[in-house]
């Protein structure tokens, strides 16, 4: 699995006889507290400061992750209210990304809004990660983002790869319904576009095309790109039609949001400089199988 990241560390490093174990992601946090009242505005700083400790200082799987190899992720905090003191409710956005083999393009690999992003937080009382553990509410939102960003990061690189991660990320899911938290984006009585959901699909068989889809678009399009771009576009259109068979089934799931809600720019920038018959043919499956962004891709009418 990981060695399929290698291709991005540099130099000499690569050829060293030994791995150094190290955290996985390399993840930017930034909580805004611009709607929230409080006598003690430090309060707000300590909880980024220690949401980017665990992030970052955490080792969330047995993979060897070279400096060279972390996820660039980020973590957009928005805090909407404060009930009581210590409680919080925001409105959070994830987004993780990847370089590209052959270029200095940086790819969106996960963009996903979460909504019920609640939880209590009190400097005097360090996170703390302990895997078959609930600890608090905003231990597990944390981990459970985590193990998704690993999940869906080793799906670009190996097909169906993030299979461990994603069980590890269902787990906490049943840490936290087990401790009576059956609201707030853990259950399946959710919005259909909730952390549960996201999850659900991506463990889900009916997925699979869309995960397999996910290796393809990546590993053998954007990353073969800098090498044979009519190869990488032909595979990046057979990555949209593994895609179309979950639109048919599942049309609306919050997998499918997510992935379009990443790459809908990025592929209307893939097929602008592509042969009219492929041009065509691209706004065709994407307007049918997107239609939220159908504005986007009229754009491969015009050129």
Not at 121 to 131: D, T
Not at 222 to 249: G, W
């Amino acid at each position: 699995m990981l060695a399929k990241r290698l291709i991005w560390v540099v130099g000499l490093f690569l050829l060293l006889p030994f791995a150094v174990k190290a955290q996985e992601l390399r993840c930017e946090v930034i909580v805004n507290s611009d709607q929230v009242q409080a006598t003690d505005r430090q309060v707000f700083q300590q909880m980024q400061n220690a949401i980017s400790e665990i992030m970052n200082n955490t080792r969330w799987t047995n993979e060897y992750y070279q400096n060279e190899e972390k996820i660039r992720c980020k973590m957009f905090i928005t805090l909407r209210a404060m009930p009581r003191v210590g409680l919080f409710e925001a409105n959070t956005q994830i987004i993780s990304s990847r370089p590209t083999y052959g270029s200095g393009y940086e790819t969106t690999v996960l963009s996903f809004v979460d909504t019920k992003f609640a939880f209590e937080y009190n400097p005097a009382q360090p996170l703390q990660f302990s895997p078959n553990t609930y600890t608090s509410n905003l231990m597990a939102l944390l981990s459970f983002y985590a193990y998704t960003i690993i999940g869906v990061d080793q799906d670009t690189f190996a097909r169906l790869g993030g299979a461990n991660a994603y069980t590890e990320a269902n787990n906490i899911v049943s840490l936290v319904q087990s401790a009576g938290n059956t609201g707030g984006g853990w259950s399946a009585n959710d919005d259909a576009r909730s952390r549960y959901w996201l999850l659900n699909n991506l463990l889900d068989p009916q997925f699979e095309p869309l995960r397999a889809a996910i290796y393809l678009y990546h590993r053998q399009g954007l990353d073969v790109m800098a090498q044979d771009k009519e190869v990488a576009r032909q595979n990046v259109l057979e990555a949209l039609q593994n895609i179309q068979r979950v639109v048919r089934v599942r049309p609306g799931a919050a997998a499918l949001r997510s992935f379009f809600e990443a790459k809908s720019s990025e592929l209307t920038n893939v097929f602008t400089a592509a042969a009219p018959e492929q041009k065509q043919q691209a706004f065709e499956l994407l307007t049918q199988i997107d239609p939220t962004n159908r504005a986007k891709y009229e754009a491969l009418t015009r050129r």
